[in-house]
């Protein structure tokens, strides 16, 4: 058997194999993206137990752990999230013995953090001075994955900041945008690139109100992220385009993606995009003329808005069954 066959062996058992851990990290992405994310935990901590492990290999891990605690504050709705830092704290703690690489790897890893921890103020200064080391880092290594990582997440903060500069700040996150796309092609083109970069420009366009083009680059990104295995990344895609079709007028189109994005979202599971995408599905039912199918669906909206404790969703469910689904509005209040 290969290394990496062996890894994922391992990694399906209770106990990982300490011998395994570099054939590991490719099987442990792969977990992340699909969204099993309790078992990428579990496995990413049962090889952080082994002992004598290498600087890089431990690194990868806890970075693993990093983007797993994050993710998962994503489908609670909890971001930013302390786990996700503690995680970057502790592979800190490793930044003397690292490789150059690994360094930039590391400082990326902060970008993305202060990234979803400067998201209410918007001046991102720490996420941007981090993106910014980052890409100097990969530049000096000629390393253009880590480099187009680097300046998409610079993309990614000029695009948030476009409520304070407005169209300056679209017209440079879009360059970032392009020139970070550039950067991957030239590094062997990446899947999961290809849905982030298609899916962040289908927001820029979708500002400028331009539907055709908003309609092609969520396609695309829907594409790509299906192709990579990327199924929770591929639940937003779906959400996003089924948005678009509706707008479009293409209801039944919508429905089916919205449907195929709630079973994600029950598999996962993210209460935060069920609560999200049962209140769309409830939304586009009523436009089909489909009551019951809508009051079903606000119901589920708001069983996952109680989990979650969010006041606006759970009024805007309870309102919808108020006016649609006589009989059914449950009078519950978030705690």
Not at 48 to 71: N, V
Request: with cysteine.
């Amino acid at each position: 058997m290969f290394k990496s066959e062996i890894a994922a062996l391992m990694l399906s058992v209770a106990a990982p194999d300490c011998a395994y851990i570099s054939e590991s990290h490719a099987v442990l992405e792969n977990a992340y993206l699909a969204g099993q994310l309790v078992h990428a935990e579990e496995m990413t901590s049962a090889l952080l137990r082994c002992d004598d492990i290498d600087p890089g290999d431990e690194l990868r891990l806890r970075l693993r752990l990093f983007k797993i605690h994050d993710r998962v504050g994503l489908h609670t709705n909890s971001r930013p999230v302390k786990k996700a830092k503690k995680a970057l704290d502790s592979a800190e703690s490793l930044r003397a013995k690292l490789s150059a690489k690994d360094k930039g790897l590391l400082t990326l890893g902060w970008a993305e953090y202060y990234y979803r921890a400067e998201m209410q103020q918007r001046s991102f200064s720490k996420a941007s001075k981090y993106a910014v080391e980052a890409e100097q880092i990969f530049d000096a290594l000629h390393d253009k994955h880590g480099q187009a990582d680097a300046v998409h997440r610079q993309g990614l903060i000029r695009f948030q900041q476009r409520r304070i500069d407005g169209d300056n700040a679209l017209t440079e996150a879009r360059q970032l945008f392009d020139r970070s796309l550039a950067l991957d092609l030239a590094g062997g083109a990446r899947l999961i690139f290809c849905g982030d970069y298609n899916r962040h420009i289908g927001f820029i366009e979708n500002e400028y109100g331009n539907e055709p083009a908003v309609l092609a680059h969520f396609e695309k990104s829907l594409e790509c992220r299906r192709q990579a295995g990327a199924m929770d990344q591929a639940m937003f895609a779906l959400q996003s385009l089924a948005s678009t079709k509706l707008r479009g007028g293409d209801a039944q189109g919508s429905l089916n993606l919205l449907l195929e994005a709630l079973l994600i979202a029950e598999r996962i599971p993210s209460p935060m995009m069920r609560m999200q995408v049962a209140k769309s599905a409830g939304d586009t039912y009523l436009v089909m003329g489909k009551i019951a199918a809508a009051c079903t669906a606000y119901e589920t909206s708001l069983s996952a808005s109680l989990e979650l404790s969010s006041v606006f969703f759970a009024d805007t469910a309870q309102g919808l069954l108020s006016e649609h689904c006589e009989g059914s509005a449950r009078k519950q209040r978030v705690p």
